[in-house]
């Protein structure tokens, strides 16, 4: 996790690892979670500014030191730089993505996503009522909540750069271009192509 407190120790992080039998080494910028940012411990974004012109040299040479092993959650990074009126990408009107990766927590509440765990009126049932299938088939509270979360909120109580952001850039541009069968083609052509690249279908 890149932050303010620790991004000189970039290359270290390469140095030490690079060498080491591990996969991967990933750098995740750090994202301010609204959910969880209390008025008593309040923390902003870091600005554009830092990720520029701090943080993309040292990433580059971390990615020449580790070779294969670099990972990099670049799609947020370039969010966080490109951030137009502070939206950091999120241009997209309703949160499908998160109707494809839904949270059980520790309580068995099925909460909307990862960063709503914890807050009930974000849950659509509790598993200790209602098995997992009952629960989703219930769009009418499944639609209540997403409705809050949309329409009434429109995204003021949601982190950016969530979970399921990038999932919602993708599928909203879908939805918006649904009345395109080249797009529909497309993505079906695709699809397969990377269908049969999946070896663990069931861990998607």
């Not at 294969?68 to 241009?91: P, T, W």
């Not at 099925?110 to 807050?119: A, D, E, L, N, P």
């Not at 529909?184 to 070896?199: G, H, M, R, V």
């Amino acid at each position: 996790m890149v932050t303010k407190d620790n991004f000189n120790e970039i290359l270290d992080f390469a140095n030490l690892f690079k060498d080491l039998d591990v996969d991967y080494c990933q750098y995740k910028p750090e994202v301010i979670q609204v959910e969880r940012n209390s008025s008593d411990n309040k923390k902003d974004q870091i600005p554009p500014e830092f990720w520029a012109k701090k943080i993309i040299k040292l990433l580059d040479d971390a990615s020449q030191i580790l070779g294969n092993k670099f990972q990099c959650n670049s799609y947020k990074l370039k969010d966080l730089i490109v951030h137009k009126n502070k939206m950091y990408g999120r241009e997209y009107k309703q949160c499908l993505g998160s109707q494809f990766q839904p949270c059980v927590g520790a309580d068995g509440e099925v909460y909307v996503c990862t960063s709503h765990r914890g807050h009930k009126e974000r849950s659509y049932g509790n598993l200790k009522d209602k098995n997992f299938s009952k629960i989703w088939a219930d769009m009418n509270k499944r639609k209540c909540v997403m409705s809050q979360i949309e329409n009434t909120e429109k995204f003021s109580k949601c982190s950016q750069l969530c979970k399921p952001h990038e999932s919602n850039k993708v599928l909203w541009n879908i939805k918006k271009n649904l009345h395109k069968p080249e797009l529909i083609n497309d993505l079906k052509i695709k699809s397969k192509k990377i269908e049969e690249k999946i070896i663990h279908k069931s861990f998607i």
